[in-house]
């Protein structure tokens, strides 16, 4: 008898459209192997999108779903049928955890263990070391296609007369629209650039708004890339990487967002700090025993409560626009046909900033515009890049005004510099201790969401997850989903072995297989967690503190006395891993254990 088998996809051989088999055994032969090529197929149509969201400066408790007031429903709605994470941690600052979600390493261990500036030292190059890879290069191996839209920040080459090598373009991205330093003003970016192109509200051909607003303009982008991609790469994966600057200082927000929450904050800081602990106990986020850390700032000695007021206001508009994005990426992913096959993943740089910039009253007048409108390009006065430059006399927008700042100037308005303060960042951090730089509880923590309607099992869907995880797991997890090996060079270099682990098996509630400590190290604040116990100190010299986070999150119970065993093992762990993670030698100061 002889069979003959349509052939409705092709096979890794070659075959005529009509193959006969002269026995049974053949026939099964064949049969075993087109089965295996249909899987294989669906395997390969079936490889995820990967969307990773990251926001700047935000606190553990500041999202809806993680127990605070603001309004945002998009983060909310991922986390009820997805999962959350309640031990998710960061690397305490905004360059240092760039580095380190982008390629799977320590931050030391890509050249970014302080921020951009180059100290001449393995670990502090203040830029991407050529030893690394970042997801968009290596998911690009396996044909995903790669985009990218916010801020960068992870290399000292930021304007365009540097060099480009480590942008995005040139690492890994195909598309990419953003700032590459750090801080800007929300409403003129500097620093910005399409690709490889600078550009700015004013001379952007491709992007021009009725009104324009840096946080809305990433959302846009993201969603423009999702659109552009079905149209011309639908038979290929993608993989996007959402960089917020919200709610990053300046605390610069839109009018009607402002309005929004007018009036929410008058109360001050306790009231709202305390519904927040009690809302995250409600919601099985916190153990009962764990208790709210001491205010740091009291609302009765506030001498301008309006203003002190006006601060949280902005904040929260500024993180309310920051959700709208979210859900405009959503529903971008829903209407092409993209929502089922993709994973996103949100989370936080670090955790809330207790900075005083722009609080204090600059010196001279600034009642008057001092110059013409400035137009292209930006003369060198109007960039506004770092702090340092921002609170210089010389600062100003682009149409003429100086930026203003201090006790009384109402924040929101581009030419405001503003932070949102000390007070406020307790009250995102709620319930834990301490602030971003800062190797404690709330310089680390981040709600980390993840959500994916294919991968998250029903049983896990709207729980949290109660593993640690930390950033270097995101590279392996985007590796794991997209089936990629993690390269072994890049341009000829080896590179570093990868740090973190596939945080896949928490979809469907499982395990982490994990057999190394967590470790951290900024500017001398440093960390190391093994299971439930966590070694930190503030300094070089600052002495180390034990605590039992599994009773003690907030880490108001110091035992490194009554277990100095388990606290000199754990320094001792501590300080091998220092040697080889390029974290010493320090640039600044020497270490020094002490308990």
Known sequence: MIYLIPLSHPLPYSLHPFTPFTSMKHFFAFLCTLLLSAFAFAAETQRPNIIVIMTDDMGYSDLGCYGGEIHTPALDSLAATGIRFTQFYNAAKCCPTRASILTGLHPHQAGVGHMTRDHNLPGYTGDLLP??????????????????????????????????????????????????????????????????????????PEYKPDEYYFTTAISDHAVRYIKEHVQSEADKPFFMYVAYTAAHWPMQALPQGIAKYEGRYDQGYDSIRQARFERMRSIGLLDERWVLTPKTDEWDAVSNKPWESKCMEVYAAMVDNMDQGVASIVQALKENGQYENTVIMYLQDNGAEASSHGRQVRQGSYSERVAEPVFEPYPPETILH???????????TRDGFPLISGDGVMPGPKDTFIAYGRGWANVSNTPLREFKSFMHEGGISTPFIVH???????????????????????????????GVKYPEKRNGIDVTPLEGISLKPAFTGGTLDRETPLFWEHQGARAIREGKWKLVAKGPVAPWELYDIDVDRCEMNNLADEHRELAEKLATQWENWAKEANVFPWPWAEYQRQF
């Open 131 to 204: 030893s690394c890879v970042t997801i968009a290069e290596a998911l690009k191996t396996a044909g995903y296609a790669t985009y990218g839209a916010g801020k960068w920040h992870v290399t000292k080459h930021s304007t365009d007369s540097d060099e480009r090598h480590n942008w995005p373009v040139q690492r890994g991205f195909d598309r990419y629209y953003g700032i590459i330093g750090g801080a800007t003003n929300f409403f003129e970016p500097a620093s910005l650039f399409r690709d490889n192109t600078p550009v700015s509200p004013l001379n952007d």
């Open 386 to 396: 770092q702090w340092m430059e921002v609170m210089g006399a010389s600062a100003r």
């Open 452 to 482: 994916s309607p294919l991968l998250v099992s029903e049983s896990m869907q709207g729980k949290f997850y109660t593993e640690a995880g930390q950033l270097m797991d995101i590279m392996a997890t985007c590796l794991d989903l997209a």
